[in-house]
């Protein structure tokens, strides 16, 4: 029998894996060389830098000897920072000197010989921070007027109707209006909302003709009795009650030279629940041309023809929403919501 001191030198590192219902747990075992081992063995002690054996540390982890210059086995244990999960591994039985990045998953983690953590996509970073801060508004971007309605308008005047929190901008009389000074003509541009509540037997109007947004070069919103008064373009929409054009919407363009144009559209057979968004867009179509368009759902309405005007650099600066100023008269639908109001330049 060796004396203790030399069994200490001749001693071997074995790593057994006991397999339970749950999990594969590595357990150690030190076997002290006391016979047995070949004198001649010429890897007696030897330390390979590139794979130092596996040593216990004193909290339970493993971690591995320092090896000399000469290539023996001395110093002492290297175990800080070093996880059971990282001094082993599968396959051939060779350790990684890396370390564990807090955060990050170990099956999604590949420890470098540096110690770096190299993360593959989908992994769990734990404490990955990003952009603080709301991501910016998508409606409206870069609007001119760009209005939930569901509150007072930060700028423009309002008479009559209820804001509704989170919903919008509801009519309860005829008379009912918002009015915008733009603060500038606007050339081209496109205007948007969406309405709920219209339907061929809408109230209020007038004589079944129900105007409910314009735009004018005059702050009056006044287009003239017979069509020569401010420029305009206004959609409006015809009742049942309609002597002629039942259930339609129209669209109107013009410039104050009585050549005002009113197309339509075909019956639209809406009910009062539906939410639809209504578009019109205008600009100059050619160098004698200006040109209204009536948008309802992302699609362009079926007009019986287009609505030109005849003066392609007329532009406007006053939005009216709910009735227009017509005659001094009031044209307004009851009980119909106007929401997300959008005003876009063009030009």
Not at 300 to 322: H, I, K, Q
């Amino acid at each position: 029998m060796r004396s203790l001191p030399r069994a200490a030198e001749r001693g071997r590192l074995y790593i057994g894996r006991i397999l339970s219902a749950s999990a594969i747990a590595p357990v150690l075992f030190w076997f002290w060389a006391c016979g047995g081992a070949p004198d001649n063995d010429s890897d007696s002690g030897a330390c390979d830098p590139g794979a130092p054996p596996i040593c216990a540390c004193e909290d339970g982890t493993l971690g591995r000897l320092m090896c000399a210059a000469d290539s023996s086995a001395a110093g002492p244990c290297a175990c800080e920072g070093t996880s059971t999960s990282d001094a082993t591994s599968t396959g051939a039985g060779e350790a990684s000197t890396g370390t564990t990045t807090s955060g990050t998953t170990a099956a999604d983690s590949t420890t470098t010989a540096a110690g770096s953590t190299d993360t593959d996509a989908g992994t769990d970073t734990g404490n990955a921070t990003g952009t603080t801060g709301a991501p910016e508004d998508a409606f409206c971007p870069g609007g001119l007027v760009r209005e939930r309605l569901d509150e007072a308008p930060a700028f423009g005047e309002v008479v009559g109707g209820s804001f509704i929190p989170g919903v919008g901008w509801r009519t309860t009389s005829p008379a009912d209006q918002i009015a915008w000074d733009l603060g500038q003509t606007v050339r081209a541009g496109s205007l948007s909302f969406k309405v709920t509540g219209i339907h061929a037997d809408v109230g209020g109007c007038l004589m079944g003709v129900c105007y409910y947004v314009g735009l004018f070069d005059e702050a009056s919103g006044d287009k003239g009795t017979h069509y020569d008064g401010a420029a305009s373009i206004e959609s409006r929409f015809h009742t049942n009650q309609q002597e002629n054009f039942h259930d339609v919407f129209k669209l109107q363009a013009g410039i104050g030279d009585g050549q005002l144009l009113e197309p339509l559209t075909p019956a639209i057979g809406w009910s009062p629940a539906e939410t639809h968004t209504i578009r019109v867009d205008w600009g100059p179509l050619s160098p004698t041309q200006g040109r209204a368009w009536l948008y309802i759902d992302d699609q362009e309405a079926a007009l019986n023809y287009p609505a030109f005007y005849s003066d392609p650099d007329v532009a406007w600066r006053y939005l009216l929403l709910g009735t227009t100023n017509y005659k001094g008269l009031d044209w307004g639908m009851i009980d119909v919501t106007y929401s997300d109001l959008c005003l876009v330049v063009h030009e």
